[in-house]
């Protein structure tokens, strides 16, 4: 999310075996730090879904029992707001099978209150072949201004530009701790850390990042090495990360859920800004957050989050990339509002991207009947879907979400 927050306007399942070494972040995986990113390794193409193993995965026995309306929900996280949660809005989750939530707003209600509302909304979720299809929890707990669940049993976290001034060690120590706060509250998920670089020249004239503190520092190498070292201590404790705003929005002075028309005119495909993301990849990033800002210097002709070149070409191809990527709000967000509703979750698809977030959980109906209408009308369209219902399927299975006999 971008500073949207800023100020904020069931049955337990089985662990099943993970195909391939379980992610793992390395403080050491630093040394791109201001070395831009120009010889990264060049991805293939996306390989299809049974390319995940060398057999059939969990993933892959779960996608197969599922419903097209089963498998289409996965493709969605949906807004619920974690102080004062709307059951009408829940019950539209439910009715269109949503994967995924996203807990909203603020809330003071502490661990335990947290904890019994996760438990509620994880009891209502999708059952295939007899076992509950466990959903990803996620919210924004970056600290300062933007930590949206508080109260007993949470830390009150600094901000982001307070923890770059942290040793890394020191940094992944708190982190790990913070994430077992949010494990005990049932919340699988963080959308954090922020991997955006913010010029000391631009600081708080910066909308979206630095007007907040939510930046590491103002180099890359700073940035590099305390979201690497926040990851790691989320990974020790078992909360799957979300690197973000890809390609970042660290040049931009607009905020893209307040104002349109965002662009950035600085990056390109080789900027040093690049590094946290490309370090994050290699240190196993299990989901990437897209933007929804415009990179002239990259692809001028699309927004970030509906730009192939972009996420298929920069973030898969170029970076090598392989995890879930997951849009900026495609709800609410001021800089999506000219793009009609379902366009906007088709569009993000076919440039890429997997996962579709959306603070406005009544949006989903018509988000999602596009994307089965447009599965409908393209084979490619429909490959892609597959493909992307898998990587959020693999990231389950790897956050214990699935279970296979």
């Known amino acids: 999310m971008t500073s949207q927050q800023a100020p904020w306007h069931g049955p337990r399942t089985r662990r099943a075996r993970w195909p391939v070494p379980l992610l793992t972040f390395s403080l050491a995986a630093t040394s791109l730090g201001g070395a831009g990113v120009a010889h990264a390794a060049t991805a293939p193409e996306t390989p299809a879904p049974a390319a995940v193993g060398a057999s059939t995965t969990c993933a892959d026995k779960v996608f197969a029992a599922m419903s097209e309306s089963q498998r289409i929900g996965q493709l969605f996280m949906g807004g619920i707001n974690a102080a004062k949660p709307d059951q009408k809005r829940i019950q539209v989750l439910r009715q269109y099978h949503v994967g995924s939530v996203f807990l909203a707003g603020r809330s003071s209600a502490g661990t335990k209150a947290t904890k019994s509302l996760t438990d509620s909304l994880q009891a209502k979720a999708d059952t295939v072949s007899g076992h509950r299809v466990g959903l990803l929890v996620s919210t924004d707990q970056e600290g300062g201004q933007v930590q949206v669940l508080s109260g007993p049993g949470f830390s009150t976290i600094p901000s982001a530009l307070v923890q770059g001034g942290w040793s890394t060690s020191a940094l992944s120590s708190a982190a790990a701790g913070w994430a077992k706060q949010l494990k005990s509250a049932g919340v699988n998920q963080n959308l954090a850390p922020v991997a955006d670089v913010v010029p000391a020249s631009l600081g708080t004239n910066n909308a ?91 692809d001028p002709k699309h927004q970030a989050v509906f730009s192939p070149t972009v996420i298929n070409g920069l973030l898969r191809k170029t970076l090598g990339f392989k995890g879930v990527v997951i849009s900026d709000d495609l709800g609410n967000a001021v800089a999506v509002k000219s793009v009609a509703v379902g366009n906007r979750a088709v569009d993000f698809l076919f440039a890429g991207g997997d996962m579709v977030l959306t603070v406005e959980p009544n949006l989903v109906p018509t988000m999602a009947k596009a994307v089965q209408t447009r599965m409908g009308q393209s084979s490619i369209f429909r490959t892609q879907v597959d493909q992307s219902i898998h990587r959020i399927l693999a990231a389950k299975q790897q956050a214990g979400l699935l279970y296979c006999g």
Do not use: C, W
Not at 209 to 221: A, D
Not at 240 to 253: D, Q
Not at 258 to 285: E, H, M, R
């Open 208 to 298: 979206p990042i630095g007007r907040y503190g939510r930046e590491y520092g103002h180099t890359p190498s700073v940035v590099t090495s305390h979201s690497l070292a926040f990851a790691a201590g989320f990974t020790q404790s078992k909360v799957l990360t979300t690197f973000k705003h890809f390609p970042g929005l660290g040049y931009v002075r607009g905020n893209t859920d307040t104002t349109a028309n965002v662009v950035d005119s600085v990056t390109t495909t080789k900027s040093a800004s690049l590094a946290p993301f490309s370090a994050g990849i290699k240190a196993g990033a299990p989901f990437v957050m897209v933007s929804l800002a415009k990179y002239s210097r990259i």
